[in-house]
């Protein structure tokens, strides 16, 4: 397993205002697979996204990565393996405005260490793939959303980490765009064998994936499973996803 979560807690707020988000959720995602993440606004996918990534840290259980539980590292520890493992894609793409499309992906390649040239010539190879060649130069303001979204993407696949973690990597954008990026994310994931959870509000992306977990009263279910579907239609919450996404 590349990653996974056990029995993880994580509420919000004191007293009579604390709301509980994750409550036990437990997760694994094998080496190449690539897994939505759904559930109702508010239920608690992107902190659970922020979790798994090392952004963010839980009441209480574990965050293994390739096997090694790595929440409770120091935070310089934490930043080193996010910068060789794992790619985060935001739902607001947080591009740095000051560079160009080109510096924005070359940016982690250079935090590891990577040859300035070196690092510029392979950001422009991937801007390439994304069909944004004719923009490397532009910085954020001057790009569309989904070519600020594409720019995201692939800065956030520039190292080659073994895993994606995706928050509503589409979101912003209209249906068009919203399939054509979606496409090019998969191509590029499958393309380098990477594991990927995407959290998503899309029924029709969330089919493209190899499997589908919804979050639901602060548990993660398999939505593939019989007894996931069963946990599911006990809940209100669970009912409305099973009419979303089948």
Do not use: W
């Amino acid at each position: 397993m590349i990653l996974e979560l056990k029995n993880l807690r994580k509420s919000f707020g004191k007293g009579e205002s604390k709301i509980s988000v994750l409550d036990g959720a437990d997760f694994e995602i094998g080496k190449g697979e690539i897994c939505a993440l759904v559930g109702p606004s508010g239920s608690g996918k992107s902190t659970l996204l922020y979790i798994a990534g090392l952004l963010d840290r839980a009441d209480s259980g574990e965050v293994l990565i390739d096997g090694a539980e790595c929440s409770r590292l120091s935070d310089a520890a934490k930043t080193r393996l996010r910068c060789k493992r794992i790619g985060f894609v935001y739902q607001s793409h947080n591009l740095f405005a000051d560079f160009t499309a080109l510096e924005n992906v070359a940016m982690p390649m250079l935090v590891d260490g990577m040859a300035k040239a070196e690092a510029r010539d392979f950001a422009a190879a991937l801007l390439k793939k994304m069909g944004l060649a004719n923009r490397a130069d532009h910085r954020p303001a001057e790009l569309s959303g989904g070519e600020q979204q594409r720019v995201a993407i692939v800065r956030a696949l520039a190292n080659s980490p073994g895993l994606l973690l995706a928050d509503e990597p589409t979101g912003n954008l209209d249906p068009y765009n919203s399939e054509a990026v979606f496409t090019e994310l998969l191509k590029l994931v499958t393309a380098k064998k990477m594991s990927a959870l995407i959290a998503t509000h899309n029924p029709l992306l969330a089919k493209k994936m190899h499997r589908r977990v919804a979050l639901v009263d602060g548990h993660l279910v398999d939505m593939g499973s019989k007894s996931g579907r069963a946990v599911l239609s006990k809940s209100p919450a669970g009912r409305k996803i099973l009419e979303s996404f089948g």
